[in-house]
C-alpha cells in the first residue's frame, strides 16, 4: 500500500469516464488523486456549440475542483502525465515529478487524428478542446468579416465557403450549425455581402454519412442537411488541404474547392500515453482491455473511454460516446471496490447498456436511434436531443444558463456568443472597399434554404 492506511487510486482523465468512477468512488475506503491537464470538466458533445457561437465556453465546463469539492477522500491535480510505469506502480509527469498508485484508472481520451497528414491541422482545425472551439468560431466570424471587405467575387465566394471533412455526428451538426449562421443569423447583418449566398459543403469519404446510424436514419440526416442548405457529397475523399483550399478525389475525379475556411471531423485517435502501458492497442491507438476493462497483464491498471477497445458481446466494440464511458466509470469503480476488499472481478465483466444515439442537424432537425429499435427525426428527435443534452450537463448552473440561451435562440434565431477573440490577420493590401450595394456572390453559390 502507498503512503497510509488507506489504498490510493489514481485518476487520469477528469472527462465523463474518470469523473463518473470518482463519484461512484466516494463512500469507498481509498484515497483518490484525480489528475487532469487542465482544470475544468468538458460536456464535449456541446462543444461544436462553442464553435459556432450558439454556447459560450462556461456554460459546457465546470472547474474539477467544484465537482468534488463535497467528496473528502479526493485529491484533484492539475499535471501533465506522460508516461505510465505500470511495474513500479506509479505516473511520471512532464515536470519530473512522479506519483504512486495502488490502482490506477486511465481515461485520457482521445485526440485529432489527420490519418498521416498532421500537416492538415493548421489549415483544418479539429474540435476537442475549448480552444478548438474558440479557434474555429474565430475562424467561421473571420470569414464573413474579410469577405465584406473584398469587392472581388472570387474572393467573396471563397471566403463563403465552408468545408467539413468527416460525415460522422460532429461534422454533420458543425454543417448543420455554419448553415444556420449564414442563412439565417448573419443574413441581415452586412451591407456588401450577402450571407445567405454561403456554400457549406459536408465532405464524407465512405458512401453515407452517419455510417453507424440504421439507413433510414442515415437517409433523414442527409435530407435534413440539404433542406438547410448544405451540400452534402459522399465518396468524397479529401487528398489534400491548403490554406486556399481542399482538393477532393470524387467518383468523378478530382476536384479542387476554393476555400477559406475548412474543419476537420473526420478521425480521432487515442491518448498518446496508452502507448507508455506497453500493452496491445487496436489501429486507432485504443488499449485492447480485457473483459474487466483491465490493461492485459496489469490486473490494477484500468483504461476506461475514448482510451480503451471494449468488445461487447456481439463482437461489436463499444461506442466512444458519454453514456458508455459513464458506466465504464461507475464498473472500475465497484471492481477496484472488490479487489480492496479481496473480492473477485472476473466473473462480472462489463456489459455495455446501449442508451441509444442522438445527432442533432439544426433548428427542430436531428435524428435519434433509441433502444427498442425506436427511430426518430426531425421535431421529436431534436427535443429528445435537448432533453438528454441539458440533463447529462454536470451543475446546476450550467443547466439553467444552457436552457435560457437556447431558448432566447430559438426565439430571436440570433446567436449570442459571436465574439472573434484573439489575433487574425488579414489580407492585404485590398483594393478600394467599395460602398457599393450588396450584390449575389456567384451565380453558382447557394441559395437560401426556403
Known sequence: MVNGDRPHVVILGGGFGGLYCTRALADAQVRITLVDKRNHHLFQPLLYQVATAALNPADIAQPIRAIVRKQPNVEVLMADVIKIDADHRRVLFSDGDALSYDYLVVATGATHSYFGHDEWQSVAPGLKTIEDALEIRKRILFAFEEAE????????????????????????????????????????????IDPTQARVLLLEGTPHILGTYPEILRRKAAEQLVKLG?????????????????????????????????????????????????VPLDRAGRVLVTPTLNAPGHERVFVIGDLAAVKQKSGA??????????????????????????????????????????????????????????????????????????????????????????????????????????????EGPHTEVSTAPRAPVSSSAISPPS
Open 230 to 278: 448544405v451540400d452534402v457529397r459522399t465518396d468524397a475523399r479529401v487528398t489534400h488541404i491548403a490554406e486556399r483550399g481542399v482538393t477532393v478525389d470524387m467518383p468523378t475525379g478530382a476536384q479542387h474547392i476554393e476555400a477559406r475556411t475548412v474543419v476537420w471531423g473526420a478521425g480521432v485517435a487515442a491518448s498518446p500515453l496508452a502507448r507508455t502501458l506497453g
Open 317 to 426: 466494440l463499444v461506442p466512444g460516446v458519454a453514456p458508455a464511458a459513464m458506466q465504464e466509470g461507475k464498473y472500475v469503480a465497484q471492481a477496484i471496490v472488490d479487489l480492496v476488499h479481496e473480492k473477485p472481478i472476473f466473473g462480472h465483466p462489463f456489459e455495455y447498456f446501449d442508451k441509444g444515439s442522438l445527432a442533432t442537424i439544426g433548428r427542430k432537425k436531428a435524428i435519434a436511434d433509441l433502444p427498442g429499435h425506436i427511430r426518430l427525426w426531425g421535431f421529436l428527435a431534436w427535443m429528445a436531443w435537448l432533453f438528454i443534452h441539458v440533463l447529462f450537463l454536470i451543475g446546476f448552473r450550467n443547466r439553467i444558463l444552457v436552457l435560457i440561451e437556447w431558448t432566447w435562440a430559438y426565439a430571436t434565431w440570433q446567436r449570442g456568443s459571436r465574439l472573434i477573440t484573439g489575433t487574425v490577420a488579414h
Open 149 to 192: 471587405r473584398h469587392h472581388d467575387p472570387l474572393a467573396q465566394r471563397a471566403w463563403l465557403t465552408f468545408v467539413v471533412v468527416g460525415g460522422g455526428p460532429t461534422g454533420v451538426e458543425m454543417a448543420g450549425a455554419i448553415a444556420e449562421i449564414a442563412f439565417q443569423t448573419l443574413k441581415r447583418d452586412f451591407r456588401r
